[in-house]
């Protein structure tokens, strides 16, 4: 697959990004089965501006694209709409070769910049509302908070009716020919991307939306993923149906129970807490063996629950590693609030409940102020308190459904 390609996107706008089909993983937890693009944007105005760079490694490959638009010496803009690597990382090679060039961007981008590059540079921060003039072409500013870092903006150019908006609206698919129109079905992987990078910040997502939707749009220019010339409304409106709904998500009426078991015992306390749950609310109840589960299936999982019980054994004075992988998988930002319990068995000692109930703490859920962990292997006492357990965990469940409703 080549790379060398400089595409069009109006007269004076082309795209200079890079293709990566090779990325297997994005963020360390993130499957990027079809690759992804890293999306820059050049702008041939009076005043000549650039709109993102490429993760760094990529640097030889951008400066030659940037080397066929223009003289880099002569750039006098770099915006950035977000300051992540993938994004961002190559600001600093570039103000080598444009030494002249102002960084535009949110105070938070400015900053955070700093802190990447290592050492100050010519700056303008901006804002909602506020404008730069590019002499024959205008760039507008639209606040885009938490979408996904709280540097994000969006880049509106007035005359070319282009918008560029870096993670909103793109996603992790790598395909040469670039445009919407010509690189066949995407949608699953824009799905997953909302899924995986947006979907905690879906309040924001629908802030961002409003605020668009005055402008006559001919194209949206996002930062992964294909360019978005044809079919732009079709995926605001998904993002939109896709916020509705996880904004939606704490009302959802599931219970997770997920667990780890060595030797059943730990299985046999999870389904008598179920029945406990079962016989006092009418919710959904997700009982779930995590030992073998894939990480984005478990926090999709975790996404649509909107209370957990995690149980595990104690295996040397500790938990179990796909316990940790449970809490990589919550989000404090998605899931704050919710409430979590624990339970388990053990054997000469039994630290797991304590460990779980601190973890939960860490990640801002709600600890439930019950637990129950078992010596050995549960018997019928045992059974029953599992069942009381499971009924208190579902009555305080029902008050919070109750008063989320009533918010």
Sequence with gaps: MT???????????????????GLITFDIVMETKYGTTYNSYFINAEKKAVIETTKEKFWPTYLSKLKHVTDPSEIQYIIVDHTEPDHS????NLLAVAPDATVVGSGNAIKFLRDQTGHDFKSLVVKSGDTLDLGNKTLHFINAPNLHWPDSIYTWLEEDRLLFTCDSFGCHFCHEAMYDDAVGDFDDAFTYYFDAILRPFSKYMLQAIEKIKPLDIRCICPGHGPILRSNWQKYVDLSAKYA?????????KRILIAYVSAYENTTLLAHKIAEGLSQ?????????????????????????????????????????????????????????????????????????SRMIETNFSLLKLRVFDQNVMVKFKPHEPDFERCISFGKAFADRMIEMYQ?????
């Design 89 to 92: 990382g190559n600001i600093r």
């Design 3 to 21: 790379d060398e390609r400089i595409l069009p996107i109006t007269d004076d706008v082309s795209w200079i990004g890079v293709l990566d089909p």
């Design 280 to 352: 006092s609310c009418d919710f959904l109840i997700d009982i779930c063996d995590i030992e073998s589960m894939h990480f984005s299936k478990l926090e999709d999982k975790i996404a649509h629950c909107s209370g957990m019980i995690l149980g595990s054994p104690t295996l040397n004075q500790n938990i179990l590693p796909q316990i940790y992988q449970f809490f990589a998988a919550v989000n404090p930002i998605r899931d704050k609030g919710k409430l979590a319990a624990a339970f388990g068995s053990y054997g000469w000692s039994g630290e797991a």
């Design 244 to 252: 509705s709904r996880a904004i939606a998500m704490p009302n959802e």
């Design 403 to 407: 008063l989320s409703c009533n918010l």
